[in-house]
C-alpha cells in the first residue's frame, strides 16, 4: 500500500517563533497591565480652588469707607489729634494712662482697647487690641529721629528676652514719622513716634495685636492710623 503524505508541510522552525513571538507580545502586554493597575501611581486631575476672602485681609479703600462709616471720631485737644474708633472700643484717656503705659516720660495718653472672647479682665493681653497715643516729654531736645531711635531702644531692658526688630522712617498724615517694630515678653509690638506741637514733647503711639484674631486686629489699627489726622 503505498506511504501517504501530508498535503501540507509544516515548518516547526517557524512555529517555534511563532509561539515565541505570541509570548513575549503577551509578556509585554501583561506587564503593562500590570504595571498600570498595580503599580502606577494615579495622577489626580488638576483642579483650580480660589480662596476665599477673610477679615484678615488688608481693607481696600472702597471697603475702607464701609468699614469706618460707622466708627465715632475722637479728638484730643491737648494732644493734638482726631482719630476715628471702632465703636465697642473701650477708651481710657488721662496723665495716669500715660505714666501706666509710657513711663516717668509719658504725660498725657488715650488708651483705645478692643477685647476678644478669650480676654478676660484685669489679665495680661492675650486676646485683644490696643492703641495708645501719648505726648512723651523730650528733655533732650532731640529732633524727631534720634528721640524715635533712642526710645526704642530703651525699651530693650533685657536683650535676652527683648528686641527691636526694625526701625524706619514712615509717614502719619502725611508728615514724617519714625516706626519701631518690637518682640518683647508680652510678644510683637510697634511704636511709632511723630513731632508734636509742642517743642520739648514728642507723640508716641503704642499698638499690639494679640491672640488668634491678631490679624484682624492689626487691619483695624491700621484703619485707625489712616485717619489720624493732626489738630
Known amino acids: 500500500m503505498p506511504e501517504l503524505k501530508s498535503s501540507i508541510d509544516v515548518s516547526w522552525s ?3 517563533w511563532t509561539v515565541l513571538i505570541i509570548l513575549l507580545v503577551a509578556g509585554v502586554i501583561g506587564g503593562f497591565l500590570f504595571w498600570y493597575f498595580l503599580i502606577r501611581e494615579p495622577v489626580s486631575p488638576t483642579t483650580t480652588t480660589k480662596q476665599a476672602t477673610t477679615s484678615a485681609n488688608p481693607a481696600t479703600p472702597s471697603t475702607q469707607k464701609d468699614v469706618i462709616a460707622d466708627w465715632k471720631n475722637y479728638t484730643s485737644g491737648s494732644i493734638g489729634f482726631q482719630i476715628k474708633y471702632p ?8 496723665s495716669e494712662v500715660a505714666k501706666n503705659r509710657m513711663g516717668p516720660l509719658g504725660v498725657e495718653a488715650v488708651q483705645f482697647d478692643i477685647w476678644g472672647p478669650k480676654q478676660g479682665p484685669n489679665t495680661q493681653l492675650s486676646d485683644a487690641m490696643r492703641v495708645v497715643i501719648a505726648t512723651v516729654e523730650n528733655p533732650n531736645q532731640l529732633n524727631l529721629r534720634d528721640f524715635a531711635d533712642q526710645n526704642s531702644m530703651a525699651a530693650v531692658q533685657d536683650p535676652t528676652w527683648e528686641s527691636r526688630l526694625s526701625f524706619k522712617k514712615s509717614t502719619i498724615d502725611n508728615k514724617e514719622s ?14 511709632l513716634y511723630l513731632s508734636s506741637k509742642n517743642s520739648d514733647q514728642m507723640i508716641k503711639i503704642y499698638i499690639t495685636c494679640v491672640g ?5 486686629y492689626k487691619n483695624i489699627s491700621d ?5 489720624f489726622k493732626f489738630l
Open 212 to 216: 488668634d484674631r491678631a490679624a484682624e
Open 223 to 227: 484703619l485707625m492710623l489712616s485717619t
Open 87 to 94: 465703636v465697642e472700643a473701650k477708651i481710657e484717656a488721662g
Open 14 to 16: 517557524k512555529v517555534i
Open 178 to 191: 519714625y516706626e519701631a517694630d518690637m518682640k518683647g515678653v508680652m510678644g510683637e509690638y510697634t511704636l
